[in-house]
């Protein structure tokens, strides 16, 4: 489904604002890993964001994704009090784990196997 424009400007809007709070509350370097932002998409009545993370170096995604989680109302009390004159109302915030760069990892590990058996199976015939 596309996304209408005041879609588009919410989200660009609260990914900026989101990026900067989790900067200022330490929560973009966790464990000598790095949590960064990857996307936000906000439904078409604008009440609810879905954020994707991206863990780089992560041993525990998802116990880090509970520990952001936990800081939900820490970072939705900052981020009401930064984009109070831009929306009517805050969405609602979940959190997602983006896996989009294991998915291409996966992906190219496939094609490399595929072109080792492709150049085995020239070799013996």
Same mark, same amino acid.
């Given at each position: 489904?596309?996304?209408?424009?005041?879609?588009?400007?919410?989200?660009? =809007?609260?990914?900026? @604002?989101?990026? /900067?709070?989790?900067?200022?509350?330490?929560?973009?370097?966790?464990?000598?890993?790095? =949590?960064?932002?990857?996307?936000?998409?906000?439904? #078409? %009545?604008?009440? %609810?964001?879905?954020?994707?993370?991206?863990?780089?170096?992560?041993? %525990? #995604?998802?116990?880090?994704?509970?520990?952001?989680?936990?800081?939900?109302? @820490?970072?939705?009390?900052?981020?009401?009090?930064?984009?109070?004159?831009?929306?009517?109302?805050? #969405?609602?915030?979940? &959190? &997602?784990? /983006?896996?989009?760069? @294991? &998915? =291409?990892?996966?992906?190219?590990?496939?094609?490399? /196997?595929?072109?080792?058996? /492709?150049?085995?199976?020239?070799?013996?015939?």
């Amino acid at each position: 489904m596309l996304e209408g424009k005041r879609q588009k400007q919410v989200a660009a =809007v609260l990914e900026k @604002e989101l990026n /900067d709070i989790f900067q200022r509350m330490g929560l973009s370097m966790i464990n000598g890993g790095m =949590v960064s932002i990857a996307s936000v998409k906000i439904t #078409p %009545d604008l009440f %609810d964001a879905r954020i994707y993370l991206s863990f780089f170096k992560i041993t %525990d #995604p998802v116990g880090t994704l509970n520990f952001i989680q936990e800081k939900n109302w @820490e970072i939705k009390k900052e981020l009401t009090a930064r984009v109070r004159h831009q929306l009517r109302s805050m #969405p609602q915030l979940t &959190y &997602y784990i /983006d896996d989009t760069l @294991e &998915y =291409v990892d996966k992906i190219e590990q496939l094609f490399k /196997d595929i072109k080792k058996q /492709d150049e085995q199976k020239d070799g013996t015939a």
